[in-house]
């Protein structure tokens, strides 16, 4: 679904990604690992085309799209829930949402499955977004990603100050998607126990460049953990 080879990318005269390469699978998720400052959002923000990028190539559904505006990039089914949430917070849970309709034509209703994975949204769509708690607003922002039905998610630290019960509710949503088989996940996390739970395959990131990769089952068998730690 997704394929990225030796992209490169600087900011000024720093050097902060490296020939990074990756391919995130249909119906797989992908765990990209690291300390904070390596590069993981910068190379999110570079799939979604809001930095540039100075050589490479990123492949999207058999398509060149490294010269794609995000626009263009979310219209060929790409989904961005980035680092922060950065919902709406003036605009009501249903505002929102159709948010993430925005470049649909016409009046496309909001999927009534966005209801069935995260079932607290339905219970607040006349509430700002403001006033929902770190981890409601979460599902809002992932809710708000998968509207426009996306053949691709990538995530952003989606655990970050996130309440336990509410980290199990979205590992079981990302599992959930992924397993249906029609969507790949790129998931930037932090939280190893999360990442492994979910990864069939992983990525670690040391200064812009992959140091570590594999299937997910073998991260524990490889030292994975001791690898991310703080």
Sequence with gaps: MLSVKNINQYYGGSHILRDVSLQARQGQVTVLLGHNGVGKTTLLKSLMGLVPIKTGSIEFDGRPIQ???????????????????????????????????????????????????????????????????????QQLAIARALAAKPKLLILDEPTEGIQPSIIKDIGRVIRMLADRGDMAILLVEQYYDFAQELADDYLVMERGEFIARGPGSEMEARGIRQLVAI
């Design 67 to 137: 010269n794609a505006t995000p626009y263009e990039r979310a219209r060929a089914g790409i989904g961005f829930v980035p680092q922060g949430r950065e919902i709406f917070a003036r605009l009501t849970v249903e505002e929102n949402l159709r948010m993430g309709l925005a470049y649909k034509s016409g009046s496309t209703p909001i999927p009534a499955e966005l209801y069935e994975l995260f079932p607290v949204l339905r219970q607040m769509l006349g509430r700002r977004g403001g006033d929902l708690s770190g981890g409601q607003q």
